[in-house]
């Protein structure tokens, strides 16, 4: 391979990951403890949440009321995003949007994005509890883990 070939090679690779980080929108969310958890990227007309790390575990669906749903890639409804808050079935608040954390947080760079995996047949949604000030007790990262396939 030539000097020539090899620098077109990462000019291409460069391209492509840059355009296409340009092209995604992102919103963070953080626990409890203000530190950073997933992320919801929007892309086209897909919502993924991200676990910190990279790896695809839920995305986010619209039911008929206009609520948006969170889904695992497994097909466990896992809760509901309103708000910037990511609610779980007791209402209260797993994961959120640095302006809803409510303290001060840090936003370490992100490694790259692995594949999503396929839908599964999901669940319907229970009934929406009444949403409340309180944190949950399961940590953010637990909540969307039960959503990994």
């Known amino acids: 391979m030539t000097i020539r070939s090899l620098i077109a090679f990462f000019l291409f690779v460069a391209a492509g990951v840059f355009s ?3 092209r995604a929108d992102e919103i963070n969310l953080f626990d409890s403890n203000g530190q950073p958890t997933a992320y919801i990227a929007i892309e086209d007309d897909e ?3 991200y676990l910190w790390e990279g790896k ?4 986010i669906d619209y039911d008929g009321a ?4 969170v889904f695992g890639f497994n097909g466990k409804h896992l809760g509901w ?3 910037g808050v990511l ?4 209402g209260n608040a797993a994961c959120a949007t640095k302006q809803r954390v409510g303290r001060a947080v840090t936003e370490p760079p ?8 396929y839908l599964n047949f999901r669940d319907f949604a229970p009934q929406v509890p009444n949403f409340t000030g309180a944190w949950s007790g399961a940590p953010c990262r637990a909540l969307l883990m039960k ?3």
């Open 20 to 22: 296409s980080a340009a």
């Open 47 to 49: 919502r993924t949440l």
């Open 56 to 59: 695809a575990v839920a995305y």
């Open 66 to 69: 206009g609520l948006l749903d």
């Open 81 to 83: 995003f309103i708000d």
């Open 87 to 90: 609610r779980d079935h007791d």
């Open 110 to 117: 992100k490694p790259f994005k692995r594949q999503k995996p």
């Open 147 to 149: 959503g990994a396939n």
